[in-house]
């Protein structure tokens, strides 16, 4: 499995301690997770690529969950991450490198039990990485991400803003309909 070189670690990892905004927006999904979380009976959250782990300090006062956190690049949330009943997964798998990407997406099956919510950006970013590079590697239409995550996860609902992101729901594959 390989979810992040050794390089690009190293990259995110400057970025994160840049202290310049990179991984911290985590807590604006936070109604979302909690309603889904509240919805779906998830006792367990996992935020997967969780930069300054925004969201969970926000959901753990609000939430009844158990939160975790995920990032390769942050340090203090680098262990890989145990199975949860939720996995929230926002502005990471377009930051993914490409080579990667399949790796990731069947970690983030392997990992959810209940439900998902990703958020994925479909426009470059602002930001660029160090090496000029635009900081979203994959800056792809939300159908094409529908595409590549429908062969691994049940879809429930897909809500797209063209140019600008997704965010798709669902459930493990084969667990659309308990």
Not at 63 to 73: E, G, H, L, M, V
Request: charged content about 20%; overall charge negative; glycine content about 6%.
């Amino acid at each position: 499995m390989n979810l992040i070189s050794e390089e690009y670690r190293a990259e995110n990892k400057r970025q994160h301690d840049s202290k310049t905004g990179y991984g911290i927006r985590g807590y604006k999904h936070l109604q979302d997770v909690v309603q889904l979380a509240k919805m779906e009976d998830c006792a367990t959250v996992l935020d997967y690529g969780c930069g300054q782990n925004t969201l969970a300090a926000q959901a753990r006062r609000v939430s009844p969950a158990t939160f975790f956190s995920y990032d390769p690049s942050v340090p203090e949330y680098s262990l890989l991450p145990e199975p949860a009943d939720l996995v929230v997964c926002t502005d990471v798998l377009e930051h993914i490198e490409p080579l990667c990407l399949n790796d990731v997406i069947e970690h983030l099956a392997s990992l959810t039990k209940k439900a998902f919510y990703f958020q994925i950006a479909c426009r470059p970013a602002a930001r660029k990485l160090s090496d000029g590079r635009n900081a979203h590697l994959l800056v792809k239409d939300p159908l094409w991400w529908f595409d590549v995550l429908r062969p691994h996860f049940d879809i429930l609902n897909f809500k797209a803003a063209p140019g600008n992101s997704v965010a798709i729901t669902g459930r493990p594959l084969g667990q659309a309909y308990p």
